[in-house]
């Protein structure tokens, strides 16, 4: 008999796009001979749209607007969405961001009784909000860039205290944003005062971290379904057509180089594996992260670890999964039994 799995996508956040991709993505490459699909998009305002169709099936526009075309069941809030839940085993997740990554939506299926791939509520939460994760790493003794929180009250630091510590370029980032939407490189006070402005009216702390200037990598950690983590290769990131590793370098073709396994010392290789899975167990992070890292010298700075990495055509974790020999659709089968074999 067939697992019966959804896979939900989409969401309310700025990253609604890269969900969609990521879904098609898994619906593409997932075992048809083990699993049985439902997909679960969940528009902008938070309601249910769910089709039995397989992908092929349907057209681009019905799952940018599921409540246009016949294929899709739909609009439900989520109080009423029994029955897009019953007789299924496991959910897919392939969300990103506000709602589907910072725990919300964890919560909720926690609430319901159906298990879900990648972390759990608390995890999610820290690892999603920058701020929080940054407070946890430094309790135990993980390296970060230096950093302020810049209170959009007008409390606390001023801007010219941000000045003076952290100089131009920083970094200037909304704590719960992802895949590098509500973040920028201030260059000048008048850019620093620009996305203070601009991020105020998403959060009321923002981030500001000094710029590190060195190599960036990222390293994904995988479980497997007998609870062993494992750290895949680390990926060296370069970005081609800007100076940091932006929205557009992570999801526009050619605009990065990104290697792997990286071309670096084994030492270091294996330093980064090491971070990566302190990382990931500081912040109880279940079946896949992704820690983001930059090397000056012999100092390595952690700048986030992502509790709910893409599974894009163009993301990282596939591509570290690939290195060692696995398919995409292995990839997706780990991460459906390891679910599985948790939530017994």
């Known amino acids: 008999m067939k697992i019966r799995v959804i896979v939900a996508m ?10 969609l991709a990521t879904g098609r993505e898994i619906l593409k490459h997932i075992d048809t001979a083990k699993y049985e699909t439902r ?3 969940i528009s902008r305002d938070k309601q249910f749209f769910y089709s039995d169709k397989s992908v092929a099936s349907l057209a681009d526009p019905e799952f940018t607007a599921p409540e246009t075309s016949s294929h899709f069941t739909g609009p439900i809030a989520p ?7 019953d007789g299924m085993d496991v959910v897919v997740l392939a969300l990103h961001g506000e709602f ?3 725990g919300r939506f964890q919560g909720f299926l926690d609430t319901i009784g159906i298990p879900y791939t990648g972390s ?11 701020i929080a994760s940054k407070y946890i790493f430094e309790q135990q003794g993980i390296t970060t860039p230096p950093y302020s929180v810049y209170h959009t009250d007008g409390s606390g630091i001023s801007i010219q205290d941000i000045i003076e510590k952290h100089g131009f370029p920083c970094f200037v980032k909304c704590p719960q944003s992802g895949s590098s939407r509500l973040m920028g490189r201030a260059g ?3 850019d620093l005062e620009h996305m203070l402005k601009e991020f105020a009216a998403f959060a009321q702390q923002i981030l500001i971290e000094s710029n590190i200037e060195g190599e960036e990598y990222s390293c994904p950690v995988l479980e497997y379904p007998d609870g062993e983590a494992m750290a895949l290769p680390p990926i060296l990131i370069r970005p081609v057509r800007s100076s940091y590793f932006d929205y557009r370098a992570k999801y526009t073709e050619g605009a990065c180089e990104e290697i792997v396994p990286a071309p670096c010392d084994p030492n270091l290789a294996k330093r980064l594996q090491d971070l990566s899975l302190q990382a990931h167990k500081v912040l109880t992070c279940r079946g896949l992260s992704r820690t983001d890292m930059i090397v000056k010298g012999d100092g390595i700075y952690v700048l986030e670890t992502n509790t709910l990495p893409g599974l894009t055509s163009a993301s990282l974790a596939p591509k570290a999964f690939a290195a060692t020999g696995g398919s995409y659709t292995e990839l997706l089968d780990i991460l459906i039994e390891t679910t599985l074999a948790g939530r017994k």
């Open 10 to 19: 989409g969401g309310p956040s700025a990253e609604h796009e890269v969900s």
């Open 39 to 41: 997909i679960l998009i």
């Open 120 to 130: 759990g509520v608390y995890a999610s939460a820290v690892g999603m909000e920058k």
């Open 188 to 190: 000048t006070k008048q």
């Open 79 to 85: 109080a009423q969405s029994q029955d897009v839940w």
């Open 100 to 102: 589907g990554e910072d």
